[in-house]
């Protein structure tokens, strides 16, 4: 059974700060692999989306890297802003699943202090 | 604005009563998807349609849970005989088949099951 783990489940970095948030995944077999923003009581906004044969997605500050065969993601903030916080959260489509079926990590709760 | 609405924002009901919920996609989108998600977890993938067809559910949606998608456009979740442990964010998400698997997340219902 595939699981998400996301590490720290709490930062907390100075404004202007660079950080790096991490997420592992226990089965390999992706399909592909987003990071989502969750700001608190709202939805979730799509970040990053890397395909499985994919090794890096890039938008703006935001670089998101995968390493499928050791089952880990990095998310990295450049330049980090009190705006970036929120709750960052990764969620894998298995690998023969349903584009709609993510299994998603319990998220990391940045707070970028102005 | 064409995101993903949901309505109500916050449902606070009785133990054992019925609740439905509605989503109204973004307008061209063909893929429709339902979450929960928990106080500090991520959100489980509870049900998928493609047009007005539901082609996937999860073991989380017991009997009690029903959705529908008449016509292909917007969807409903209704659940019968609430308990508290329903209690949770029923968040909607709609994508565009072939249209880069990124999925578009509502704000969410908040459901409070006394």
């Known amino acids: 059974k595939q699981e998400v783990t996301q590490i720290p489940a709490a930062l907390s970095v100075p404004e202007g700060e660079n950080l790096v948030l991490n997420c592992s995944f226990t089965?390999?077999?992706?399909?592909?692999l987003q990071w989502f923003r969750q700001d608190p009581g709202k939805g979730l906004t799509s970040l990053l989306l890397?395909?499985?044969?994919?090794r890096e997605q890039t938008s703006g500050r935001l670089n998101a890297s995968l390493d499928k065969s050791s089952g880990r993601s990095t998310l990295y903030i450049a330049a980090s802003q009190p705006g970036d916080s929120a709750t960052y959260l990764c969620?894998?489509?298995?690998?023969?699943?349903?584009?709609?079926?993510?299994?998603f990590g319990k998220g990391t709760k940045l707070s970028v202090k102005p | 604005d064409t995101g993903v609405s949901q309505d109500p924002r916050h449902k606070i009901t009785k133990r054992g009563q019925n609740v439905t919920f509605r989503c109204d996609p973004i307008?061209?989108?063909?893929?429709l998807y339902w979450y929960r998600q928990t106080l500090g977890q991520g959100p489980e993938f509870l049900t998928y349609?493609?047009?007005?067809?539901?082609?996937?559910k999860s073991r989380l949606l017991s009997d009690r849970f029903s959705a529908e998608r008449p016509k292909g456009s917007f969807s409903t979740l209704e659940i019968q005989r609430t308990e508290q442990g329903d209690s949770a964010m029923y968040l909607c998400?709609?994508?565009?088949?072939?249209?880069?698997?990124?999925?578009?997340f509502g704000s969410g219902t908040q459901l409070s099951v006394l």
């Open positions: 307008s061209e989108h063909n893929r």
């Open positions: 089965d390999s077999a992706i399909y592909n």
């Open positions: 969620a894998v489509r298995p690998q023969g699943g349903s584009q709609g079926n993510l299994i």
């Open positions: 349609f493609q047009n007005e067809a539901q082609l996937e």
């Open positions: 998400a709609s994508s565009l088949a072939g249209g880069g698997e990124k999925l578009f």
């Open positions: 890397i395909q499985s044969s994919q």
